[in-house]
């Protein structure tokens, strides 16, 4: 079951929070939540899962900023968001992918007791402008059936920012 924008609205303060919350963002089913005027872009060629990859920070200028096609860049939305008692998907919204735009490779799925700002996987097929606090995306809600255990994991919970990968970390335990 997915909660619809009325039922979200219901929940903020209580299982799900959002931080800022517009209730022009709304959704009948989700909410958008709006791109973070950073960037960040790995500076490495080729990356390696076992180790830090370096990244560099790019700022997006209020008159907007040119992706290249076929690279990756790693956003943040601008919201911050906590979650109980429901498990937190993300979408890019039709109007961003209709300009060949996507904003996770494979992350869109959260976990119950996530809380954070999404780190956006930014990809695009073709040459794109894109704006500081643009919709880029939206969230939205099912409801978790049967008992569960929070997302408790040291490596993305309570971030602060953009969040480069962290696999390295795994390697390190096994």
């Keep these: 079951m997915i909660l619809s924008g009325r ?34 872009v790995y500076e490495e060629q080729i990356l390696d899962m076992k180790k ?3 990244a560099k920070k790019i700022v997006i200028p209020s008159e907007g900023l040119l992706l290249e096609a076929g690279k990756l860049y790693l956003g ?9 008692g429901y498990v937190p998907m993300l979408e890019g919204r039709s109007s961003i992918g ?21 780190t956006l996987e930014i990809f695009c097929v073709h040459p794109i402008k894109i704006y500081p606090e643009v919709e880029i995306c939206q969230i939205f809600y099912h409801k ?26 795994d390697f390190k335990n096994k």
Excluded at 10 to 18: A, C, L, N, T, V
Excluded at 76 to 84: A, F, I, P, S
Excluded at 98 to 109: D, N, P, S
């Design 98 to 118: 209709r300009l060949g735009l996507f904003v996770h490779v494979t992350a869109g799925f959260g976990d119950v007791g996530f809380n954070g700002f999404w």
């Design 144 to 169: 978790i059936e049967g008992d569960y255990d929070k997302y408790k994991s040291g490596k993305y919970q309570n971030n602060k920012g953009i969040q480069p990968s962290l696999l390295y970390k």
């Design 76 to 84: 943040r939305t601008l919201e911050y968001t906590k979650t109980d």
């Design 52 to 54: 830090v990859n370096n």
């Design 7 to 40: 039922e979200i609205e219901r929940k903020m303060g209580r299982e799900i929070s959002i931080e800022p919350f517009n209730k022009s963002q709304l959704n009948p089913n989700s909410y958008n939540l709006r791109l973070h005027n950073e960037l960040l």
